[in-house]
Structure formats: structure tokens, C-alpha cells
């Protein structure tokens, strides 16, 4: 599991979420939704360790201490929504192939590229690439390290709605060998149709559906109006 306990975290000087604990357990999906600014991805940076995130608390993935960087970050990895895990000036395929060797993946490029519906455009600048196109390159590099804790930042926001059912198999896929993955998002459809349960962050805090999976949409009314 990769498990956060009593975690304080903090921006600047300014505390945003206090003493919260959870955890990612493998082979399962956890949404985390919140209103714009709650701390979504202030707590999944924290859960890297991110530059400019202040943390006190335990964090660890199987047993592994966040502190312990180097062995902590082989089982962990963070997609970001604005995709800014890619570089710009380099095709998808080159980084798709700097992804590889970091991680020493035996995964064929073509086979995933073709799966991830992004092998049309693998040989594109990512500069040059919509933030739909650039979301989906930035999931396959994702998939293609083989992390045991995925961290996915509103990942399929801008996805259409062939491409958001593609990726949201490919996620399924990955939790039944065993992946743990803590998904963000604002459509909470796919949340519902995706995750097996769903934390809430309010008022620095984080809280689970306060009514049983009546589904993500009349437990967000709830809890923020």
C-alpha cells in the first residue's frame, strides 16, 4: 500500500490540509474530488515529495519511506494534468523512449502507442500537440513505467469521450495486475463508473461519501452545495 498517515501539508507558509490520512491499495482505484483550490494536487505533490510542498506526517509506499527518495519514487509516479511530464521541443515517441530507459521497461512503444490511440501522432512534437493529444501521450508514458502507485491528476479532462473509455479500460486493466492508483477528476461519471470508492477533501480535511455511494455527483451537492 502506499499509505499517508497524520500528513500536514503546506504552501508557502499556509497549511491546507491538516493531519489527513489514507491510503492507495493496490489493484484499486480511489478518486479524490474536490472544488478548484481544496488541495487535490497539493496532496498528490505532497505524495512525491514536490519542491515548495512543506510535509510533516508518515508517508511510505510498500514500506518504502517517502525520505528514502531514490527507492520511494521507483514505485510511484505522478501525471500531472496540464501534462508538463513531457518536454515540449521532443516528439512523443523520444519521450516515450526516455520514459523507457528510466524506468527500464521491456514494453514495445508501438504496441502501447497503438493501444493509447496515440500512435497517429507518436512522431509529433509535443509542442505542437493539443492538451487532449498531449493528456493522452502523458497516460501512456504513465502505463508504459510500470510504477505500482500511479497519481493521476485530472487526467482525462480533456479527453473525448472514445478516448476517456480507452484510457479508463487501460487503468482497470493495470489495477487488475495489481496497480493502486489515485485518480482526481471533475467528471464524476467516469469517477463512478471508474473508482471503487471516493474521498472528499473539505476544509483541509479529507472525507469519504457521507452517503454510502449514492454516486460522486449527490455526494458532492452534499458536502459543497
Known amino acids: 500500500m502506499l499509505v499517508f498517515k497524520d500528513l500536514t501539508v503546506k504552501v508557502g507558509g499556509r497549511e ?14 480511489r478518486a479524490l474530488v474536490a472544488p478548484n483550490g481544496s488541495g487535490k494536487t497539493t496532496l498528490m505533490k505532497a505524495l512525491i515529495a514536490s519542491d515548495g510542498i512543506g510535509i510533516s506526517g508518515g508517508v511510505s509506499a510498500d514500506g518504502v519511506p517517502i525520505a528514502e527518495a531514490a527507492s520511494y519514487r521507483k514505485l510511484v509516479f505522478y501525471v500531472p494534468g496540464d501534462a508538463s511530464i513531457l518536454y515540449p521541443l521532443l516528439t512523443v515517441r523520444e519521450n516515450l523512449e526516455m520514459v523507457k530507459r528510466c524506468w527500464g521497461s521491456s514494453e514495445k512503444i508501438e504496441r502501447l502507442a497503438e493501444r493509447c490511440r496515440i500512435d497517429s ?97 449527490a455526494a458532492y451537492k452534499e458536502l459543497f452545495g
Open 121 to 217: 501522432f507518436l512522431n509529433k512534437r509535443v509542442r505542437f500537440l493539443s492538451l487532449g493529444m498531449r493528456q493522452q501521450a502523458a497516460l501512456t508514458a504513465a502505463y508504459l513505467t510500470g510504477a505500482r502507485y500511479l497519481l493521476l491528476d485530472e487526467p482525462m479532462n480533456a479527453l473525448d469521450p472514445t478516448n476517456l473509455e480507452v484510457n479508463s479500460e487501460i487503468v482497470r486493466t493495470l489495477c487488475a495486475n495489481g496497480t493502486g492508483v489515485l485518480m482526481s477528476s471533475h467528471i464524476l461519471g467516469n469517477v463512478d463508473d471508474l473508482a471503487d470508492d471516493v474521498l472528499f477533501i473539505k476544509d483541509g480535511k479529507l472525507v469519504s461519501d457521507p452517503g454510502a455511494r449514492r454516486g460522486s455527483a
Open 16 to 29: 491546507l490540509l491538516s493531519r489527513v490520512s489514507g491510503e492507495v491499495i493496490s489493484g484499486k482505484v
